[in-house]
């Protein structure tokens, strides 16, 4: 049987979250999941920035256009 306890707590320094309850019994093991209630959006540039740093993007324009004219080619050939 699985007992779930809740608790609302603040991250402290360096990501630590401290739970304390009476509820836990002392060398028992326990599984610890971590929702996070708001999580702001990753400040580390722009949208378009993000453009071609992916495995396998286009890293400019005149790629996509010259690989959509060689799919196109290939389709109707």
Not at 28 to 48: C, K, M, Q, W
Not at 55 to 65: H, I, K, L, M, T
């Amino acid at each position: 049987m699985v007992r779930a306890i809740r608790r609302f707590v603040t991250i402290q320094p360096g990501g630590r979250v401290d739970l304390v309850s009476n509820e836990l019994p002392v060398g028992s093991r326990a599984e610890v999941i971590v929702l996070l209630a708001s999580v702001p959006a990753p400040t580390n540039g722009s949208y378009l920035a993000s453009f071609g740093s992916g495995r396998g993007a286009f890293a400019n324009p005149a790629e996509v256009d010259t690989f959509l004219r060689a799919e196109r080619d290939r389709w109707e050939a």
